[in-house]
């Protein structure tokens, strides 16, 4: 089994950054590809990045590319979101997520591993 845990998420202005952490434990982290996913209250989970297990494949929502950047130490096994210029639309709960494998997936129901959130609020 993996565990997720996410941390970072706080209280941002509006065209702030913020950089997000997933620290993953339980089995090796350079097997899995990883992503990253946002729940905004009342909507549904959508995908923001993805990394596949050498960092070679990356995938990046249309909303958030160009401002967002995922990436991974797999030395440290920690996976990372760095958020530049942070916008009220980006308040939701983010999740860290993983799958065995060595691609990148955009569909939430790919993913077997999840984190329990961590909440970025991003005030006007």
């Known amino acids: 089994q993996v565990q997720l845990v996410e941390s970072g998420g706080r209280l941002v202005k509006a065209g702030g950054s913020l950089r997000l952490s997933c620290a993953a434990s339980?089995?090796?982290?350079?097997?899995?590809?990883m992503g990253w996913f946002r729940q905004a209250a009342g909507k549904e989970r959508e995908f923001v990045a993805a990394?596949?297990?050498?960092?070679?494949?990356?995938d990046y929502a249309d909303s958030v590319k160009g401002r967002f950047t995922i990436s991974r130490d797999n030395a440290k096994n920690i996976l990372y979101l760095q958020m530049n210029t942070l916008e009220p639309e980006d308040t939701a709960v983010y999740y860290c997520?993983?799958?065995?494998?060595?691609?990148?997936?955009?569909?939430?129901?790919?993913?077997?591993?999840w984190g329990q959130g961590t909440q970025v609020t991003v005030s006007s």
């Open positions: 990394i596949n297990w050498s960092g070679g494949s990356i």
């Open positions: 339980g089995r090796t982290f350079s097997s899995y590809a």
């Open positions: 997520a993983a799958v065995y494998g060595y691609r990148t997936y955009l569909i939430r129901d790919k993913y077997d591993y």
